[in-house]
Nanobody
Framework: QVQVVESGGGSVQAGGSLRLSCEAS????????LGWFRQAPGKEREGVAG????????YYADSVKGRFTISQDNAKNTVYLQMNSLKPEDTAMYYC?????????????????WGQGTQVTVSS
C-alpha cells in the first residue's frame, strides 16, 4: 500500500507562482510513476504532469508546458510541482497520484493511489 498527501495549494494572482508537494509513504519502493492531476468544477480530471520514477522522464500537458515543472526528491519520497506564470484557467483542485505500474502513460488516469487534493485558485 502507498499513501500520498498533497500540500502547498493556495490563492495567488495571475502571473504568480506556487509549489505543490506530494509526500508518499508506505511501500514507496514499489512506485514506478507519479503524477499531478487537476479537476475544475464541472470538468473532467486531467493529467498535468507526470514522472517515471526509474528513468526520471517527465511528461507535461500542452497547457502547462514551459510553466510547470515536476521534480522528485527520492530521499524524501516527495514529488513537487512548481507552477509559474499561473493563469485563472489553472484554478482547480490538484491531486497527486502514485502507481506501481508504468505500463500506461504517466498522464493517463490509471493510478491506484490518490491523494485528497489541494486547492489552487488563481485570480485575474
Amino acid at each position: 500500500q502507498v499513501q500520498v498527501v498533497e500540500s502547498g495549494g493556495g490563492s495567488v494572482q495571475a502571473g504568480g507562482s506556487l509549489r505543490l508537494s506530494c509526500e508518499a509513504s508506505g511501500y514507496t519502493s514499489s512506485i514506478k510513476k507519479l503524477g499531478w492531476f487537476r479537476q475544475a468544477p464541472g470538468k473532467e480530471r486531467e493529467g498535468v504532469a507526470g514522472v517515471a520514477t526509474r528513468s526520471g522522464n517527465t511528461y507535461y500537458a500542452d497547457s502547462v508546458k514551459g510553466r510547470f515543472t515536476i521534480s522528485q526528491d527520492n530521499a524524501k519520497n516527495t514529488v513537487y510541482l512548481q507552477m509559474n506564470s499561473l493563469k485563472p484557467e489553472d484554478t482547480a483542485m490538484y491531486y497527486c497520484a502514485a502507481d506501481p505500474s508504468d505500463w500506461l502513460h504517466p498522464l493517463s488516469k490509471s493510478y491506484n493511489y490518490w491523494g485528497q487534493g489541494t486547492q489552487v485558485t488563481v485570480s485575474s
